[in-house]
């Protein structure tokens, strides 16, 4: 990762105590998207996920999941030069759909992919905010897998290191950007 990117990080993303509960340190990310210099190094960043050693795109598509792995995803994947394929809460994709269910934990929860969002074979970078128990990011494999594609990496901008995020995703190759 860029020395930029790290000090954009460090000086953008923001601790908000006892939010939304008491006992909750949330990391607030609106000021480093309000930053133009800061979101394009995040974004440079995490599109080194879809990159192999010599800086070649090794990725076909970049997956983001609903709703802030949509801010982080469309942007790497024209950093990349592929396309972008949204995975979404069930019910907002209007044509046909691969859904998975998985749990939360109050509950669960489902996801959906275009069946013909990603060919057979394609290679693909997933990317979200956040990484904390691994269920969507699990559930996205799932889904792009069901399509016939091939999950070769996942890029987070936090990953939260007291929950099991890491062991529930496996040995899909993860960057994370800040490690808290």
Request: aromatic residues 4%; negative net charge.
């Amino acid at each position: 990762m860029s020395e930029e990117a790290r000090e954009a990080l460090a000086r953008l993303v923001v601790d908000v105590p006892d939010f939304p509960e008491p006992g909750i340190v949330f990391k607030d990310i609106t000021p480093l998207l309000a930053d133009p210099s800061g979101f394009a190094a995040v974004v440079a960043a995490l599109a080194a996920g879809g990159r192999d050693a010599d800086g070649v795109v090794v990725v076909d598509k970049v997956v983001g999941m609903e709703a802030r792995g949509f801010i982080f995803a469309a942007p790497v994947a024209l950093a990349l030069g592929v396309g972008f394929v949204p995975v979404r809460k069930a019910g907002k994709l209007p044509r046909a759909t691969h859904g998975v269910s998985y749990a939360l934990e109050y509950g669960e929860a489902t996801l959906e992919l275009h069946e013909d969002a990603i060919g057979a074979g394609d290679r693909v970078l997933v990317i979200d905010d956040v990484l904390a128990t691994g269920g969507t990011v699990a559930a996205t494999v799932q889904l792009i897998e069901r399509c016939g594609g091939v999950a070769t990496a996942a890029a987070m901008l936090l990953e939260l290191s007291f929950l099991p995020g890491r062991a529930t995703i496996g040995d899909l190759p993860l960057t994370a950007l800040m490690v808290v």
